[in-house]
């Protein structure tokens, strides 16, 4: 017996759910769900999803059930022309409880009920949004600022520091007439002498209309709220968010916010903050929190991250997470995109989004408020109410986005999908002076559904031909032991035995990604010195950085406890030449997982492409 419903969730719509009937749904909770329209794909997973598959297999002497009818019944329910589909207008729930398979493979309902659908409010057609005004404008109002300390204030000196072009115009009636950094402050925008692209609202929440309507008089295109004091603090806050975006609409003027801290465009040179690199990269970012956007533009430049835009979006009144997600999947110059999502305002719509831009580009995502508790938060942070993680997961799963639980894991994906190549190959040729490493390795590459194929037997004679001292496993993972490091081989030069080794083997057999792991200061106390740690990476910048043979293929995992500024700058180093390094192995695996899971989801994708 199983059970399947149709149900109506207030973020992604219509939603499928299917599990074995009896206990395993009741006490076991043993369920997998599609967001709807699904495909024969999505429902072939939610049915290997289920911890008790194997029973359609066949179990205590019954006969297996062929897996594809069930795919054609879950189609019927989910999928294009069913019921979900054909009925989407009328229909609100549909719950079968139990289903029964016959010999023949007919899928039998015995029990059935059908909930009408209440008429409500209809979402409005979702449209495109040319936001090349706001990431690169031509002219900037800056309203609030001062020469007192404020995040106006670091906006504007940020964004001078960092180049900025364009025209700068600080408004302040308290300091109309007075200079700031070069630039006449004047009192109200009315009094701007040109149209502005772009303008950055901090001022109190009740004086916030006001200025939208400046900015309409100013054909403002759009307008960046960063004062809080709006929906997330109650109704009062609601209904005042709700007139700004009634004059906001009124006169055209794009709102993003309120409740957030700005935005960065490194083309241009405009950044928000400190401590966040103004060099040009592939990174794009849409965050719903403020503070949580300063963290990761920080941690991720300090890493070697480098951002092409990024937007601290808040309650998202007017421009929400998925015009920016279809913007930036859209611009040529954004290589990877990261979300940081409290709540999204239409599920059904970020999915068809995040599946189109997902067969061009890697999306990461991490979700705040996963936990019941984390969920009341969010909702006082920025106005949002989130619906059930299972949800985000199954919309990750359908659409290939990456769905990362930790900012560690967000910045890893960021830094591993700027670096790498994505692809479908998930073979690693990993090589450790560690023997503990080469276990621990084994277990964890099956963790992240990764493969270690062995070095082919010729390959490894070959390799201890080269002169490898008695010690050498050349298999795969290779534990090669410091004493060999140290040694010179046939063909040895001013670089390594690890750089013969990976230079060997990748010119003769082909992996997804080649990687060594380093513990630096087993390499320092055994006498090998520092030398033969620059060493490795020189290699590592000439074999696997930008340019190199071997560049997106190649990682390495490095750390040295006793010397941590030491190890940290080489790290720095071989990073500005697009070498990607973790700090152990278990981060480096599962980032080389994220690559190698979406390089397969791509390319069984690519189809659709249009």
């Known amino acids: 017996e199983m059970i399947a419903a149709i149900n109506e969730d207030p973020v992604f719509g219509k939603v499928l759910m299917f599990g074995l009937g009896g206990i395993y749904v009741e006490v076991m909770k043993d369920i997998s769900f599609g967001i709807c329209p699904i495909t024969r794909d999505d429902a072939r997973q939610m049915i290997n999803e289920l911890r008790c598959s194997k029973i359609f297999d066949g179990a205590r002497g019954r006969a297996p059930i062929d897996r594809e009818k069930i795919v054609d019944f879950l189609m019927s329910l989910g999928g294009r022309g069913g019921i979900c589909e054909k009925y989407d207008s009328r229909v609100a729930t549909v719950e079968i409880n139990p289903i029964v398979f016959t010999a023949g493979g007919d899928a039998v309902a015995l029990d059935a009920v059908v909930t009408l659908k209440q008429k409500g409010p209809e979402r409005a057609p979702f449209a495109p949004v040319d936001m090349t005004p706001m990431f690169n404008p031509k002219s900037i109002a800056i309203v609030g600022v001062s020469a007192k300390p404020s995040m106006a204030l670091t906006f504007l000196k940020q964004s001078l520091e960092a180049g900025y072009a364009g025209r700068v115009y600080p408004i302040n009636p308290a300091h109309a007439g007075e200079e700031l950094m070069g630039h006449k402050i004047y009192g109200s925008l009315r009094e701007v002498p040109e149209e502005v692209d772009y303008v950055y609202i901090a001022v109190p929440a009740t004086a916030v209309p006001g200025v939208i309507e400046d900015a309409a008089q100013k054909h403002a295109k759009f307008a960046h709220i960063i004062s809080g004091g709006f929906a997330e603090v109650g109704a009062e806050g609601k209904a005042l968010e709700q007139e700004v975006l009634r004059i906001a609409r009124e006169h055209g003027v794009r709102l993003v916010g309120p409740n957030c801290m700005g935005m960065v465009s490194t083309a241009p040179g405009l950044i928000f903050t400190t401590g966040v690199s103004p060099e040009r990269g592939g990174v794009s970012l849409i965050s719903q929190s403020g503070g949580i956007t300063t963290e990761i533009l920080r941690a991720g430049s300090a890493q070697g991250i480098r951002f092409n835009q990024a937007v601290s979006a808040g309650?998202?009144?007017?421009?929400?997470?998925?015009?920016?997600?279809?913007?930036?999947?859209?611009?040529?110059?954004?290589?990877?995109?990261?979300?940081?999502?409290?709540?999204?305002?239409?599920?059904?719509l970020m999915c068809r989004l995040l599946k189109e831009v997902s067969k061009k580009k890697p999306v990461v995502i991490i979700k705040g408020g996963r936990s019941s508790a984390g969920a009341k938060a969010a909702a006082s942070h920025t106005g949002a109410l989130s619906s059930s993680y299972k949800l985000w997961q199954t919309m990750a799963r359908q659409t290939g986005a990456v769905l990362v639980r930790t900012l560690e894991e967000f910045l890893n994906a960021l830094m591993a999908f700027q670096n790498l190549e994505p692809t479908e190959d998930n073979s690693v040729l990993l090589v450790s002076h560690s023997g503990g490493v080469v276990v621990t390795s084994t277990d964890l590459s099956e963790d992240y559904k990764l493969t270690l194929p062995k070095v082919d037997k010729e390959i490894q004679k070959e390799l201890l031909g080269l002169g490898l001292p008695p010690g050498a496993n050349v298999s795969n993972p290779m534990d090669i032991s410091l004493g060999v490091m140290a040694a010179k081989t046939k063909e040895g030069d001013s670089i390594s035995v690890i750089g013969d080794i990976f230079r060997y083997v990748g010119a003769r057999a082909a992996y997804g990604y080649y990687?060594?792991?380093?513990?630096?200061?087993?390499?320092?106390?055994?006498?090998?010195?520092?030398?033969?740690?620059?060493?490795?990476?020189?290699?590592?910048?000439?074999?696997?950085?930008?340019?190199?043979?071997?560049?997106?293929?190649?990682?390495?995992?490095?750390?040295?406890?006793?010397?941590?500024?030491?190890?940290?700058?080489?790290?720095?180093?071989?990073?500005?030449?697009?070498?990607?390094?973790f700090p152990n192995i278990n981060e480096m695996l599962q980032s080389i997982g994220w690559l190698a899971a979406y390089g397969k989801w791509k390319a069984e994708h690519e189809e659709e492409l249009p």
């Open 515 to 581: 990687v060594f792991y380093l513990m630096a200061d087993n390499v320092i106390e055994s006498g090998g010195g520092k030398q033969l740690i620059h060493n490795i990476y020189d290699f590592a910048a000439q074999w696997g950085g930008r340019g190199g043979e071997h560049a997106g293929q190649f990682v390495l995992a490095a750390n040295c406890h006793t010397h941590p500024e030491y190890i940290e700058k080489l790290n720095e180093g071989v990073r500005k030449n697009g070498v990607t390094v």
């Open 315 to 348: 309650n998202c009144a007017d421009l929400a997470t998925e015009e920016f997600l279809e913007y930036m999947g859209n611009d040529p110059d954004t290589k990877v995109i990261g979300m940081y999502c409290e709540n999204i305002r239409d599920g059904g």
